[in-house]
């Protein structure tokens, strides 16, 4: 597609509850991140997937969050028996991993997730 | 491993007043130096970015940002303020081809 794609763009929840957030990056990007952006707060950064090399899950704020992606293409963030401070926006971005175009981000609109 | 520091969290100047952002950066590398805008109720764009060619940067909207390698500074400026430059600006770095790490941002209100 033209630009990052993500879904849904609204997600209101129950505490406890599994949710999957998507992302569906530029085609021919290689690399993909996900950021939260909680309110008052900076772009906390979550995992990077970079090619075929392991992703990058230093950011994951505990083992109830994970991230895959599939076929290089597509990524699915999953946060299992939610918390309420898991409450934000998800971002996705995605760019080439090598040339003038390196750690050029496009972000999604993001995905706002609202646990109550 | 790479870290940035945007000094301020809130910037307020006046219409017409110079703009300056200020982002220190702590990199093992050569990094790679980026600014990017989030106008409210959009999402981020690129406003510019230095990889080592020159040390003074334009970017979009009439914003440079000039590369001080001796105060591992990347700080964001823009001669004369504009209302639709209202906008949360975040600094970020990345070592090559390494992830990229964004500071905590400064939200910039103009003032009529």
């Known amino acids: 597609g033209a630009g990052v794609s993500q879904s849904p763009s609204n997600k209101v929840t129950e505490k406890g509850k599994d949710v999957e957030l998507r992302c569906d990056p530029i085609?021919?990007?290689?690399?993909l991140y996900w950021y939260r952006q909680s309110l008052g707060q900076g772009l906390e950064f979550l995992i990077y997937?970079?090619?075929?090399?392991?992703?990058?899950k230093s950011g994951l704020p505990s083992d109830r969050f994970s991230a895959e992606r599939t076929g290089g293409s597509v990524s699915t963030l999953t946060i299992q028996r939610t918390q309420q401070e898991d409450s934000a926006v998800y971002l996705c971005?995605?760019?080439?991993?090598?040339?003038?175009?390196?750690?050029?981000?496009?972000f999604g609109a993001g995905s706002r997730l609202t646990v109550l | 491993a790479q870290s940035v520091t945007q000094l301020g969290s809130h910037v307020s100047v006046s219409e017409g007043a110079l703009v300056l952002l200020r982002c220190n950066y702590s990199?093992?590398?050569?990094?790679?130096l980026f600014w990017y805008v989030q106008y409210p109720n959009q999402g981020l764009q690129l406003l510019l970015k230095?990889?080592?060619?020159?040390?003074l940067v334009k970017g979009i909207n009439g914003f440079e940002a000039e590369f001080k390698k001796s105060e591992t500074s990347f700080h964001l400026t823009k001669p004369s303020a504009h209302m639709s430059d209202a906008a949360e600006y975040f600094c970020?770095?990345?070592?090559?081809?390494?992830?990229?790490?964004f500071g905590q941002g400064t939200r910039l209100t103009i003032n009529p």
């Open positions: 971005a995605s760019s080439l991993s090598a040339g003038a175009g390196a750690n050029v981000l496009t």
């Open positions: 085609s021919g990007h290689t690399a």
């Open positions: 997937f970079q090619g075929n090399s392991a992703p990058d």
């Open positions: 990199s093992s590398v050569p990094p790679y």
């Open positions: 230095y990889t080592s060619a020159a040390t």
């Open positions: 970020a770095v990345s070592e090559g081809a390494q992830k990229l790490v």
